[in-house]
C-alpha cells in the first residue's frame, strides 16, 4: 500500500473512531494484523460485545459505493483475523460481531457515514 493509500485510510479511520466514540463505544486496538494475512481496521466494545470493523472510505464514487468494497473474500479474512485475535488474547465466552462503517466524503464536502450493525 502507497503512502498516499496509507493516508486515505487512516482518515477514513479517525472519521469511524470519532463516530464511534460518539456511539459510546470503546476502541480496543486500530490496524490489528496476524502474521500478515491481513488487517483488523478497527476493534472495540460496544456495552459487553467485542465488535470488529471493516472501514471503508472513498472521496468519489470512481470505483462505486465504499460498501462494495466488502468481498466474500474479505469478509472470510475478517473472520479468521478475528478468531486468531480471540485466540491470541485469550478471549473466551464474549459475544462477538462484525460492523462496517462506510464513508464517502468527496472533496470539500462533509463525510456521509454509514453504519451497518452485525453486517456479516
Same mark, same amino acid.
Given at each position: 500500500m502507497n503512502s498516499s493509500s496509507? +493516508? &486515505?485510510g487512516r482518515e477514513g479511520e479517525d472519521l469511524a473512531c470519532n463516530f464511534?466514540? $460518539? &456511539?459510546?463505544?470503546?476502541?480496543v486496538?486500530? +490496524?490489528y494484523h496476524y502474521? +500478515?494475512?491481513?488487517?483488523?481496521?478497527?476493534?472495540?466494545?460496544?456495552?459487553?460485545?467485542l465488535v470488529?470493523? $471493516?472501514v471503508k472510505y472513498r472521496k468519489n464514487l470512481e470505483y462505486g459505493e465504499p460498501e462494495e468494497g466488502i468481498t466474500r473474500s474479505k469478509i472470510n479474512q475478517i473472520k479468521k483475523?478475528? $478468531?486468531?485475535y480471540l485466540y491470541e488474547n485469550n478471549i473466551e465466552g464474549v459475544d462477538c460481531r462484525f460492523d462496517v462503517i462506510a464513508i464517502l466524503e468527496p472533496e470539500g464536502g462533509e463525510p456521509d457515514i454509514r453504519y451497518y450493525s452485525n453486517a456479516f
Open positions: 496509507t +493516508n &486515505k464511534l466514540y $460518539e &456511539k459510546g463505544f470503546q476502541i486496538q486500530r +490496524n502474521h +500478515n494475512r491481513g488487517e483488523i481496521d478497527i476493534i472495540a466494545l460496544d456495552g459487553c460485545t470488529f470493523l $471493516e483475523l478475528a $478468531e486468531a
